[in-house]
């Protein structure tokens, strides 16, 4: 893979993986906070395309409801749009992409020439995550995940908490499954990289975000040294 980063020398991407629950989102969100890189979560532009009812949204509603993924035609199609805008040019944070192969081997064709791939896998037991699960609440009007002083309405825009649709225990083991035999097999394709971190997610939030910092610094030395990740 290419690794001249044109106009944009310290450009970073990021690839949060991870199962349901693992604390993706959570710390893309800080990451993109202190790097100043854009987050891009694939589950909440669906999400916001099922709320606008666009065809995307019509079309992904029944199947994200399910526990399932959408086409991998779609998912490309929508993060290489996303990978296109301005924003994006120097770098960014991709919470809930790639989720399968084809997913990934597309992903590499569209950063080829952007700079390194930095792979962070965050590990979490299954019991855990599905305690997290079904304790989550989100916002019904902004889609972020409920602190855990947020009792009664959302502490960012003041929206009602709901479960999210996808939140139930069947649904959730689904999803589970769906990780295991669609996603996991990326651990092995992105493993062997020298960017691939491992992140113990179990732990608190601020200690997990520690970790990712420290690889995030690593795989910044490590380019600026011409180290091909
Ligand atoms: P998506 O929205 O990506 O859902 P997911 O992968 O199932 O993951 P979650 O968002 O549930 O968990 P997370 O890892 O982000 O954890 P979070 O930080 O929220 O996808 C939804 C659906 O969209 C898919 O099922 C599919 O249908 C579709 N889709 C999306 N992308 C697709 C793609 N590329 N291809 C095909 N289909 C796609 O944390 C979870 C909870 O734990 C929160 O309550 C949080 O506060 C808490 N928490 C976080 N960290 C910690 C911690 N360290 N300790 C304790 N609690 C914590
Ligand atoms: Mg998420």
């Not at 994200?64 to 993924?69: K, P």
């Not at 959730?172 to 996603?183: D, F, I, M, S």
């Amino acid at each position: 893979m290419g690794q001249h980063q044109g106009d944009c020398p310290g450009a970073i991407n990021v690839v949060m993986l991870g199962p349901p629950g693992a604390g993706k989102g959570t710390q893309a969100e800080r990451l993109s906070r202190t790097r100043k890189l854009p987050k891009i979560s694939t589950g909440d532009i669906l999400r916001e395309a099922v709320q606008a009812g666009t065809d995307v949204g019509r079309a992904a509603k029944e199947t994200m409801e399910a526990g399932n993924l959408i086409g991998d035609d779609i998912m490309i199609a929508i993060v290489q749009d996303r990978l296109d805008r301005a924003d994006a040019r120097c770098g960014f944070v991709l919470d809930g992409f790639p989720r399968t192969v084809v997913q990934a081997m597309a992903l590499d064709r569209m950063v080829d020439g952007r700079g390194p791939l930095v792979v962070l896998d965050m590990v979490v037991p299954e019991d855990v995550l599905v305690r997290r699960l079904a304790t989550r609440r989100i916002c019904s009007t902004c889609g972020s995940n409920a602190a855990p002083d947020w009792t009664r309405a959302c502490g960012k825009c003041g929206g009602r908490l709901v479960t999210r649709v996808d939140d139930g225990i069947d649904i959730v083991r689904e999803r589970l499954k769906v990780y295991q035999r669609q996603t996991k097999p990326l651990v092995e394709y992105y493993g062997a990289r020298r960017s691939f971190t491992s992140i113990d997610g179990n732990r608190p939030p601020d200690v997990v975000t520690a970790a990712v910092d420290a690889a995030l610094d690593a795989a910044h030395e490590g380019s600026a040294r011409g180290v091909t990740l």
